[in-house]
């Protein structure tokens, strides 16, 4: 446990690993609540149990992902609904959804929040021994010139969220072949994802995962200036959850524009 004492305290859940569909599911879900004020503004951590594309929520599938290659090697595609860019991930990386009340800690003008929570990434890099810095063209975490961390914010239902990634190893190969334009939202002159990122594995041994989550946990609690209770899913958001992932792994809802063009298309 890394409580600490404050006088804000927000809830933080460890999901650990789940299907990616149901991951997307889980955070619109907590923030509905949030929103609604029936549920602590929480930060939530998870790793996805296979690889999956996170698609934003403006974004078209046959624009940015090889669907025959992601068929081929069992890797979902999630449209999120958060906007932003396209993601792949898998095992190897810590997911995380710091998620407050629109009226909260987190400021309304978008690059704000953005500077505000990604601060607790560099704290926790910090923490480990690192210098990293927010590039807010990109809204990414970058070391030593190569992105660690991909972001992507989203308002809705009263609630403010910021998620992200922290890459502790990463399947570059993959990424280059799953994605369109892998090297899209790195640095100028990169063409691969390998050139273009850094994981943990990179730069120092492993530490134990807990060991990783306690730094990025006490990373956000520094950043937003609250302390954490260790929580759980409560019984209606897992509820919401369960429902909203048959709308996130269908057909329907992953092509739902790409589906709108082709129809704007015949017309």
């Given at each position: 446990m890394w409580i600490q004492e404050q006088d804000i305290v927000w809830r933080f859940v460890d999901a650990d690993l789940i299907d990616g569909a149901y991951s997307a599911a889980l955070f619109h879900s907590i923030g509905r609540h949030v929103g609604s004020g029936d549920t602590d503004e929480t930060i939530l951590f998870w790793r996805v149990k296979r690889p999956t594309i996170y698609l934003g929520y403006h974004q078209f599938v046959e624009d940015e992902v090889h669907e025959d290659y992601c068929r081929e090697h069992n890797i979902d595609i999630v449209r999120r609904?958060?906007?932003g860019g396209c993601g792949y991930?898998?095992?190897d990386q810590v997911l995380f959804s710091v998620i407050g009340a629109q009226s909260s800690l987190i400021p309304g003008n978008v690059q704000a929040a953005y500077n505000k929570v990604l601060s607790g990434m560099l704290l926790a890099l910090e923490g480990l021994g690192l210098d990293s810095e927010i590039d807010p063209t990109r809204n990414?975490?970058?070391v030593q010139g190569r992105k660690i961390s991909g972001n992507a914010q989203g308002r809705f239902d009263g609630a403010v969220m910021v998620n992200g990634s922290f890459l502790l190893d990463?399947?570059?190969d993959t990424m280059d072949c799953a994605l369109k334009h892998p090297a899209r939202n790195l640095r100028p002159n990169?063409?691969?994802a390998?050139?273009?990122m850094v994981t943990l594995s990179d730069l120092m041994d492993l530490p134990p995962l807990d060991k990783i989550k306690q730094?990025?946990?006490m990373g956000f609690e520094e950043a937003l200036g609250i302390g954490t209770y260790e929580g759980t899913i409560l019984d209606e958001e897992e509820k919401l959850a369960v429902e909203l992932t048959r709308q996130y792994a269908s057909v329907e809802w992953t092509y739902r524009n790409d589906h709108k063009r082709a129809k704007r298309k015949k017309v």
């Open positions: 609904i958060l906007g991930c898998d095992q990414g975490v970058f990463f399947d570059f990169v063409n691969t390998r050139d273009g730094a990025l946990c």
